[in-house]
């Protein structure tokens, strides 16, 4: 279960129909897309993070995996 609080936004799962708590930032970029320094991010619940890790990788978008604060 998600908590709210107005000084930390929730942060909530990429994966599809996820609800969860994200716990790892996913940074990523399309190289026939964007410059070399952008990153996009995805959250990541522990459930998640590898299928999502793998999805980004198998596309060579993948650029680093960090646990959140």
């Given amino acids: 279960m ?3 609080s107005s000084d930390q936004p929730d942060r909530i799962c990429s994966a ?7 716990a ?3 940074s990523w970029n399309n190289p026939k897309l964007h410059e070399p320094e952008r990153r996009k991010v995805w959250l990541a619940c522990p ?3 590898d299928s999502l890790a793998a999805f980004l ?3 060579g978008f993948l ?6 604060a």
């Fill in 24 to 26: 790892y930032a996913l």
């Fill in 47 to 49: 459930a998640h993070r």
């Fill in 2 to 4: 998600t908590t709210h």
């Fill in 63 to 68: 650029r680093a995996v960090d646990p959140l």
């Fill in 16 to 22: 599809k129909g996820c609800r969860q708590v994200a």
């Fill in 57 to 59: 990788d198998a596309r």
